[in-house]
């Protein structure tokens, strides 16, 4: 049936990954700690392929696909956060971080890019920031040592894609324009709390 998916082996395809990631640490103060990072990148496929195969069914086929300048998906190319630590007694810290998320493009499918289609961009899924609270408490005693620790991650509840597939026929209707409508997707996880205690011997 025309439903029917076929895995093809697509060998050789060349990318270029260009980037700068910067990260740093300092303590303005000894129970205060302040970093950042900074990831900044330009991942792209750089060519296209002739596929040929057999089907199940012994018929030969042959189809192009130019994927030059497309980039790479499912990979957040600009990521910028930092974190801030406290220590407002000893062995008590409380710690709060954050971090922005951009250029993440949805995969491809190489059948999608021929023709006029050649070398068209997927998709670029929506920017978000995700944020994440963390706290914990150490006893040490005579025999035995205490850590407690609660984290609430996702802190602002951020609605957020964390994958997508281009122009997905399994969409019911399904669309090729090389847009929302036209992606599959897959959210990331809402506000969500843990609570630990762990006692060493």
Known sequence: PESDRIPVNIPGIDALHKG???????KPISNLTIEGLASIGDWTWQSGQTVEGVLPNGVNYSYEFDATGVHVGDAAQLQIGGNIRYEPVKDFYLKFVTTYFDNNYADFQPENLQGDNGGR??????????????????????????????????????????????????????????DAKSASVFYGQGRRWSLSFQASF
């Open 121 to 178: 961009e997927s998709w670029k899924m929506p920017s978000y920031f995700l944020s994440s609270f963390h706290t914990g408490y150490f006893w040490k005693f005579e025999k035995f040592d205490l850590n407690i620790r609660a984290n609430v991650l996702n802190v602002f509840d951020a609605l957020y894609l964390t994958d997508a597939r281009d122009n997905d026929d399994f969409n019911s209707p399904a669309f090729s324009d090389f």
């Open 20 to 26: 700068i990631e910067i990260d740093f640490a300092f």
